[in-house]
T-cell receptor, first 114, second 110 residues
Framework: ETGVTQTPRHLVMGMTNKKSLKCEQH?????MYWYKQSAKKPLELMFVYSLEERVENNSVPSRFSPECPNSSHLFLHLHTLQPEDSALYLC?????????????FGPGTRLTVT | GQQVMQIPQYQHVQEGEDFTTYCNSSTTLSNIQWYKQRPGGHPVFLIQLVKSGEVKKQKRLTFQFGEAKKNSSLHITATQTTDVGTYFC??????????FGEGTQLTVNP
């Protein structure tokens, strides 16, 4: 499945580094999402963008900064992260309507903060 | 806020045995979706249920949506090693985002 791609696939960064995660969807969707998946925890929705506008921010610390320049691309800018931020970060896309939209996930970026 | 509980958290079966995972919501849902995540992979959409009491089948997988639209189940008949992975339900109420359950991790012993 190549509908949603994410780079890099693996990232190791120190707590003082700045890095960015990239997501691209080729499905013609108009909504994109960032999720965090930690061991033994449910998928945590971080941000939602619809038509390039941020429509949801689930109390995510400011050290995570999303950017959606167009409906096909989504970034997650990272700075001064903590070790507890180590997780799998998943991007997803869907059609945006009030209900009933299935989400298509990318392969994820495995982030390790040292 | 809306909560979606999923049980069991882990299930180990012998190949050929059946498997069921259950999903319960604290609120009435407008729809429920099921996803599968293979080890080292990402969640992949399986199916969506919308109607009260709805039952859908995909080969050996049977999905049910409760009459009250607050619970759902996924049943796999005669498991195979290819069924290994974590199965997530995700529920949605009108106007809200999908809320994922914690998932049931299935292992199948050959």
């Amino acid at each position: 499945e190549t509908g949603v791609t994410q780079t890099p696939r693996h990232l190791v960064m120190g707590m003082t580094n700045k890095k960015s995660l990239k997501c691209e969807q080729h499905l013609g969707h108009n909504a994109m999402y960032w999720y965090k998946q930690s061991a033994k925890k449910p998928l945590e929705l971080m941000f939602v963008y619809s038509l390039e506008e941020r429509v949801e921010n689930n109390s995510v610390p400011s050290r995570f900064s999303p950017e959606c320049p167009n409906s096909s691309h989504l970034f997650l800018h990272l700075h001064t992260l903590q070790p507890e931020d180590s997780a799998l970060y998943l991007c997803a896309s869907s059609h945006y309507r009030e209900w009933g939209y299935e989400q298509y996930f990318g392969p994820g970026t495995r982030l390790t903060v040292t | 806020g809306q909560q979606v509980m999923q049980i069991p958290q882990y299930q180990h079966v012998q190949e050929g045995e059946d498997f069921t995972t259950y999903c319960n919501s604290s609120t009435t849902l407008s729809n429920i979706q099921w996803y599968k995540q293979r080890p080292g992979g990402h969640p992949v959409f399986l199916i969506q249920l919308v109607k009260s009491g709805e039952v859908k089948k995909q080969k050996r997988l049977t999905f049910q949506f409760g009459e009250a639209k607050k619970n759902s189940s996924l049943h796999i008949t005669a498991t195979q090693t290819t069924d290994v992975g974590t199965y997530f339900c995700a529920g949605q109420t009108s106007g809200s985002r999908l809320t994922f359950g914690e998932g049931t991790q299935l292992t199948v012993n050959p």
